[in-house]
């Protein structure tokens, strides 16, 4: 069975500052999928990032990175520069196959002024 | 571009009700899928669907039935509303496994 898991239920940052979300998961397959998903207030899952467990560079989206470690089975979300948008629940979520997308129970994630 | 619609967005059903809710994708995607979102439980995959005329079981799915009858729409059915199916509902569709698309979500109610 594959499961994900977000062990940081609350964080909270201070505005231009740096936080990491962490995230593992399980699996036995070797390749596959993983993604960030950010869901602000007005409930819209909207897709930050995406890694490809093949790949072996860390995906980068402007202000977010990942530190992809296959061995480990983490997989963690690096915001820079905080800003007030990135107020929001924080998902991170797995496929194999694309039957399936599993998900995390969530981090909610508080940008300070 | 429309992307993936829900409908309704909101709703309150006393208990031993039924609905539908009703999900309808344009961007020709194979796969499709129902979650519903409940706190601190992340989203717990309910039924999909990876083609027309095709349904499976998810991880919850006690207590609710899918069709997919035609490849653009998924239809979530309540055959006798409870209290614990109030949740958020989100309907999502994808082409394989390289990214899920969602709609707004629905918020229902059972009273």
């Known amino acids: 069975a594959q499961t994900v898991t977000q062990s940081q239920p609350e964080m909270s940052v201070q505005e231009a500052e740096t936080v990491t979300l962490s995230c593992t998961y399980d699996t036995s397959e070797n390749n596959y999928y993983l993604f960030w998903y950010k869901q602000p207030p007005s409930r819209q899952m909207i897709l930050v990032i995406r890694q490809e467990a093949y790949k072996q560079q860390n995906a980068t989206e402007n202000r977010f990175s990942v530190n992809f470690q296959k061995a480990a089975k983490s997989f963690s979300l690096k915001i820079s520069d905080s800003q007030l948008g990135d107020t929001a629940m924080y998902f991170c979520a797995f496929t194999n196959t694309g039957n399936q997308f599993y998900f995390g129970t969530g981090t909610s994630l508080t940008v300070i002024p | 571009n429309a992307g993936v619609t829900q409908t309704p967005k909101f709703r309150v059903l006393k208990t031993g009700q039924s609905m539908t809710l009703l999900c309808a994708q344009d961007?020709?995607?194979?796969?499709m899928y129902w979650y519903r979102q409940d706190p601190g439980m992340g989203l717990r995959l309910i039924h999909y669907s990876v083609g027309e005329g095709t349904t499976a079981k998810g991880e919850v799915p006690d207590g609710y039935n899918v069709s997919r009858l035609k490849k653009q729409n998924f239809l979530l059915g309540l055959e006798s509303a409870a209290p614990s199916q109030t949740s958020v509902y989100f309907c999502?569709?994808?082409?394989?496994?390289?990214?899920?698309?969602f709609g707004q979500g629905t918020r229902l109610t059972v009273v």
């Open positions: 999502a569709s994808s082409y394989s496994w390289f990214e899920a698309f």
């Open positions: 961007m020709n995607h194979e796969y």
